[in-house]
């Protein structure tokens, strides 16, 4: 029997290759569209999961509430390892990351450097910790002598041959050499630590060892024993406040206490998170790599359900669109014996043969788009051929799908009365217009839904690019590793400024786009252990040249004067730290603070001007408290230049860096760029909410198209009628038309205040953001009506210009 509803189901499927080819594209449209959401969104659940014993692991998290700053630290102090250590028996083992960001490397005895982009400080027990096996040393002794390294088998050949590494030693910025002890496998791409190559003894770096809790700067890991949970170690964290944190503060604010300490309004408390759950849920302050945020997961995972849905939708719609033309067949069948549930089981093989045939075509569509897709993603999934789990979840989806899709039609067609559909009462013996109505209001709702949210985004992200940033991002251009040459800095400086399309130059490592950062916590000079008017700030080191360069706006004072001597102890600060001071600028001007804490002699630095709050956090911040102090910061070169022949400047700055920095690499970018990858994630979410969008749309048209077609047939001898009696070609296309436009109506209706709230749920995370306009909401109504129309109109015309005598003939 089995055997038989297959050849009945392959001869109805050729009889109607057009319907047949519309399900077929339908289907593999949905299922590639939802496939390679789910091998993206599987590559974003799997981070940090390959580390052995990942399940164990967890990170120490800070949030600090004090000088009027209220942050949340991805780092802790140095010395709360050794505590973890002491103070917990469910603690197996604990280990540090000090991320020291790029590096210049070159073999001993050589004078070209490499750069590696990434290199951290680690205790000795991080080989331990993750797992990690060596390619080559010893990894019992491996970091635990200072000035010792491991590095990545990339970073490791661009030196020398992996066999010949141990024992090397390699020069670090050209000031430090260091012994390499061991060679690791490259670090996994979905895990927080893929981008590091170089990974250093912490007990060569001094601060590392320094029992100062009021500093963090350590990414603190700690792996727990197979009988405990992190959740037993909660309260007791909580307890570090009073036991370590404040002993350690009294030294420089002698007689404070935890009461006291609390009762002004501020808080210290650390806190754990796991290992696999830090690329989605945490975004802190001084994260070791950029992380994702769960949300995109959702979002994604809504559009690979919504895709599933319309696509099965579409089928469904198509499959009644044609269910006239097999109403004989089913009367016949009916009259000759079949009973419904071979009837049923019919409608189901030929479901599951077009869903089957999606699946295959939708197959090769991802693996073609892949390429596509990693690029728009910024991913390197890769099509998972060799997993028998994933060949096997797909045959089961492709089953789950074939059932889904074809179970409306297949009941639907076999309730047909024989004896009405035999006599040719069509119109009376199909029913089922509320549920095809429904499956179609379903879909352009979703439709609309994802209009909305594509035209917020892109607002969103235009916002992002036009706002005012207090800062000029335009033709600057970012000259790296200027350390390198720190002796001849200055004259590289000086050299550039005298180019005729260099408009001014400033050296320092602080920029309002991702670079270094430094905050420390200040107090006025009449309240130096008040910690109620402590004031915590960014602390900024820059040179005369800085505030000019980069386009800040004083709104009182005057700015840093290689004339005036005495601003070495001179600092200017923003907005943002005015604010919390309960001052006016003028009034702010010529007061002194200090950040030197508890000693005798603390150094005092007075205000001599405040600039305009700029945006140097991502829009989902607020702007932080800053200062900016003269400093001998050379980590890089900021250049502001008045040209658009962009290579000519390149070429020209390049020419006198090789000059005086031989043998270092020229490294260099525009501080927009910067800016611009600050958004990558809106801008991957903008562009793929436009891509599967326009699928959804796609899908959704097939979906009406198919229903038009249903319809037209349905009431072909109506139109016959309408014409004889005097209609015309455009009053049937109205007629036929307004039925549709009555479904897009009722989806709109109930899509906008949907896509209203969700984008502004989602809206919230930015600081800074737009409101979504009444006339987004308008734009996706039209676009949704144009389309819908576009989509009906062919199918209307078609029925409307038929000879009359032809469908008045028509059974």
Request: charge should be neutral; hydrophobic fraction near 45%.
């Amino acid at each position: 029997m089995f055997k038989n509803h297959i050849k009945i189901a392959w001869r109805s499927l050729k009889k109607q290759p057009f319907f047949t080819f519309l399900n077929l594209f339908g289907l593999a449209i949905g299922i590639a569209g939802a496939l390679l959401i789910a091998l993206y969104i599987q590559d974003e659940l799997s981070y940090d999961a390959t580390f052995a014993d990942a399940d164990r692991i967890h990170r120490i998290n800070a949030d600090i509430k004090f000088g009027g700053e209220d942050r949340k630290f991805a780092v802790a102090p140095a010395p709360l390892a050794e505590a973890l250590d002491n103070d917990f028996a469910e603690v197996e083992l604990t280990t540090r990351f000090r991320t020291r960001g790029s590096l210049l490397i070159k073999r001993t005895g050589t004078e070209v450097n490499v750069k590696e982009q990434q290199a951290t400080f680690v205790d000795s027990t991080f080989l331990k910790m993750f797992g990690l096996k060596l390619l080559a040393g010893d990894p019992n002794t491996a970091l635990k002598l200072p000035n010792t390294l491991l590095l990545t088998k990339t970073a490791a050949e661009k030196h020398f041959k992996i066999k010949e590494a141990v024992g090397q030693t390699l020069e670090l910025n050209n000031t430090q050499t260091f012994t390499v002890v061991g060679v690791v496998e490259d670090m996994p791409k979905n895990s927080f630590l893929r981008d590091h190559s170089v990974f250093m003894a912490m007990s060569g770096y001094e601060d590392s060892r320094v029992v100062n809790w009021g500093s963090n700067n350590y990414q603190t890991f700690f792996k727990l024993i197979p009988s405990a949970k992190a959740s037993d170690l909660e309260a007791p964290l909580r307890g570090f406040l009073g036991k370590y944190v404040i002993p350690g503060v009294q030294q420089f604010m002698p007689g404070i206490t935890e009461e006291q300490f609390l009762a002004a309004g501020n808080h210290l408390f650390y806190h754990s998170i796991p290992l696999t759950d830090i690329h989605l849920n945490s975004d802190r302050v001084a994260e070791i790599s950029p992380n994702n945020d769960i949300q995109s997961i959702y979002i994604l995972s809504f559009i690979a359900i919504f895709l599933l849905v319309l696509a099965c939708v579409n089928f469904m719609n198509l499959s009644t669109a044609q269910s006239l033309k097999r109403a004989k067949e089913v009367g016949v069948r009916k009259t000759l014996g079949s009973n419904k549930l071979d009837l049923v089981r019919q409608f189901l093989v030929e479901s599951g043969l077009v869903s089957f045939g999606a699946l295959l075509l939708a197959i090769l569509l991802a693996i073609f788009a892949l390429p596509f897709f990693n690029d728009l993603a910024d991913k390197a999934i890769a099509f998972p051929y060799d997993s028998p789990v994933f060949w096997l979840g797909l045959v089961a989806a492709g089953v789950l799908l074939g059932i889904f899709s074809g179970s409306y039609p297949a009941f639907f067609m076999s309730k047909f009365v024989p004896v009405k559909v035999l006599k040719g009462s069509n119109s009376n013996s199909l029913g089922g217009s509320k549920v095809r109505n429904g499956l179609v209001i379903f879909q352009f709702a979703i439709s609309v839904f994802l209009i909305i949210g594509t035209l917020v985004v892109y607002q969103q992200l235009e916002y992002i690019q036009n706002k005012d940033l207090g800062f000029s991002k335009e033709q600057v251009l970012i000259v790296n590793d200027v350390y390198t040459i720190s002796s001849q800095a200055e004259s590289f400086k000086e050299e550039v400024k005298k180019l005729g399309f260099v408009k001014n130059a400033t050296i320092t490592g602080f920029f309002p786009t991702p670079s270094s950062r430094s905050d420390s916590t200040f107090a006025p000079e009449d309240g130096v252990t008040d910690q109620e008017r402590a004031v915590s700030m960014q602390t900024w080191y820059v040179d005369q040249d800085y505030v000019n360069t980069m386009g800040f706006e004083l709104i009182a004072g005057r700015d840093f004067d290689r004339r005036f001597k005495n601003d070495s102890t001179s600092i200017i600060i923003n907005e943002s730290a005015l604010a919390t001071m309960d001052l006016s600028p003028q009034e702010v001007l010529g007061k002194r603070f200090t950040s030197d804490w508890g000693l005798e002699n603390p150094k005092f630095y007075s205000v001599i001007g405040v600039v305009k709050d700029f945006h140097f956090s991502p829009f989902r911040e607020d702007i932080e408290a800053l200062s900016l102090f003269l400093g001998d910061d050379r980590g890089s070169m900021a250049i502001k230049l008045e040209t658009t022949d962009f290579q000519r400047a390149l070429a020209s700055v390049k020419d006198i860096w090789n000059r005086l920095a031989p043998g270092q690499p020229f490294d260099y970018y525009f501080m927009e760029d910067s800016f611009n990858n600050t958004y990558k994630a809106e801008q991957r979410l903008g562009r793929i909410f436009f891509i599967f969008t326009t699928l959804s749309i796609l899908i959704a048209c097939l979906g009406l198209f198919g229903l038009a077609a249903f319809n037209a047939e349905k009431r072909t001898k109506e139109i016959g009628v309408r014409k004889v009696l005097g209609a015309s070609v455009g009053q049937i296309t109205y007629k036929l038309s307004a039925d549709f436009l009555k479904l897009v109506g009722v989806a709109i209706f109930i899509s906008l205040p949907i896509g209203w709230y969700a984008m502004n749920k989602w809206l919230e995370d930015f600081s800074y953001r737009i409101e979504v306009k009444w006339w987004v909401l308008l734009l996706a109504a039209v676009v949704a009506v144009v389309i819908s129309l576009l989509t009906v109109s062919y199918q209307s015309i078609k029925a409307a210009i038929v000879n009359p005598v032809k469908s008045l003939r028509t059974e």
